[in-house]
């Protein structure tokens, strides 16, 4: 196996741990020991690590080697905006330009029947935004909010089960109004509607962070 792949692989694994915190923020990251988990030598890691650290993911220090990213408020609020620019910005485009049917396909947002727990719910959630921003046709800026959408599930993961249960119905509800406005082809109200949803998850979110002592 080639050292790239070699190192895609590790990157692959050790980025999935960290957004659903199975790698908790602040978890040190030693390349011996990956080495050793992964049977593989401490090169591939290094790079991996690099490229995680490039992301945001994965802090390095002198003297202090690699750690997970901690999760502060700033970074929720920033990365909050930026999805509320992308997420609207391509939900109104999806809404003038998108065909009938890649608006249709929205339909099975519409509902939840998935399994109660809370990672089911999550990525339902997350397939409904990928799938909005994909409907703008735009691939550009559809790679920059998945990536931004990919970036935030830790933090999502990590204040989720200080959400009330109750807030699944209301979300879904939000994803068919969204729906609904983008069926119509209404750019403007598409546009408010998903900045609007984006918001108020905003304030959820670093309301839990906040509760949680996560720092500023």
């Known amino acids: ?33 990956l080495a050793e988990r992964f049977v593989i030598s401490k090169s591939p890691v290094r790079e991996a690590l690099l490229r995680l650290e490039q992301e945001g993911l994965v802090t390095v220090a002198p003297r202090q080697g690699y750690r997970v990213a901690p999760i502060s408020l ?17 939900a109104e485009i999806a809404a003038v330009g998108a065909t009938d049917e890649v608006l249709a396909a929205l339909d099975v947002f519409r509902s939840y029947a998935g399994p109660a727990h809370r990672d089911s719910f999550i990525e339902y959630n ?15 800026m559809t ?10 599930e830790r933090m999502i993961r990590f204040s989720v089960n200080m959400l009330p249960a109750s807030d699944q119905s209301m979300l879904v509800a939000e994803h068919a109004a969204i729906i609904d406005a983008l069926q119509s082809r209404d750019r403007r109200k598409a546009a408010r509607l998903v900045k609007q949803h984006i918001s108020d998850a905003e304030r959820r979110v670093v309301s839990s962070l906040t509760y949680a002592a996560v720092r500023p």
């Open 1 to 33: 196996m080639s050292i790239l792949l070699l190192r895609d692989n590790v990157y692959a694994s050790l980025k999935e741990e960290i957004l659903r915190c199975e790698l908790p923020p602040n978890s040190e990251l030693r390349e011996q020991s």
């Open 74 to 90: 700033e970074d929720a609020r920033e990365m909050f905006q930026l999805r509320k620019f992308l997420e609207s910005a391509c």
């Open 126 to 140: 997350r397939a409904f935004h990928r799938q909005v921003c994909e409907a703008s046709g735009n691939s550009r």
């Open 143 to 152: 790679r920059l909010a998945i990536d931004a959408i990919e970036q935030m």
